[in-house]
């Protein structure tokens, strides 16, 4: 493993992530994977979700040979970028002020944009803004958006103005651009609702892969399902609700990458008085399910059809 170093959040910390293969520090001619947690602070279960993979990957937690076996194929194959927390000053916030905080924790205005005479805010000074409704697109700040700062799904004032995602969307762009990397699978992980969540997220028109997301996300629940009995639903991101701004958005729109998707994990939709708290008994098995997902979504991605066809 190599220490991945994205950036500095707005608050001055850390974000961090590692990179994992097989043979890793020769291994930059492999295609990429991007896996990340985090984005709203409140998720509690997201980050730990995102540990326990890379855990898994590094031969620490799956004691099943078939599955060893399986993640060991996917690090010869690959080469993995994981950031587990990408929003670490809202996660700090939640743990020390409010603990339903979803937003990052930049000023961003007054609410309702409501200022006095003398300049100062007629209500209240807002903070943060939805690090998922920030990322540039086409469609940005047009759904699942409010102009209010004060909002949680308040967009910002313009595309990455939000030190987190401009500095996670700048290393990819790098990546892509700069060390012509192939980036070949793009995953977020959010709760609650047991969803796989495929192309678009802003609009119920039909991707012109959809027949292939389809077929991965089918192949995705079954592997969850089988794992521990959990049922998650596979489905266009829109169907939840159409969002502007998102990252799997941008990661489809800019990147070009096919396989762009969003994860949301235990507990239920109809468990929803559980909702963000998801009991610590939960977290262990909702990694497992999660690590014979991500085998199953691997294996199932473009590329592979892409490289036999050639």
Partial sequence: ???LDIGKSYEGRDILGLILSENVHNSDNKPVLWLDGGIHPREWVSPPTVMFIIDALLGKVENDTTIRSQLEDIMKEFQIHIVPNINPDGYVYTRNVDRM??????YAGCEKNLKTLWGS???KLCYGSDPNRNWDHPEWGKQGVSTNPCSEVYPGGEPFDQTNTKMVSTYLLKLKNNDKRNIVLFVTYHSFSQLFLTPYGYTLDDH???AHHK???D???AAIKQRHGKTYISQ???ELYPVSGASTS????TLGIVDSYGFELRPSAAEWRVGFELPKEQIRETGEENVSAFIALVNGIKYHQDKNST
């Fill in 121 to 123: 805010c007629f209500y």
């Fill in 250 to 253: 941008w990661a489809g729109n």
């Fill in 208 to 210: 012109p892969d959809h």
């Fill in 101 to 106: 905080w979803r937003k990052t924790r930049k």
């Fill in 215 to 217: 077929a991965v996300g």
């Fill in 236 to 238: 266009r991101a829109a």
């Fill in 219 to 221: 192949a995705v629940v």
């Fill in 1 to 3: 493993a190599k220490l």
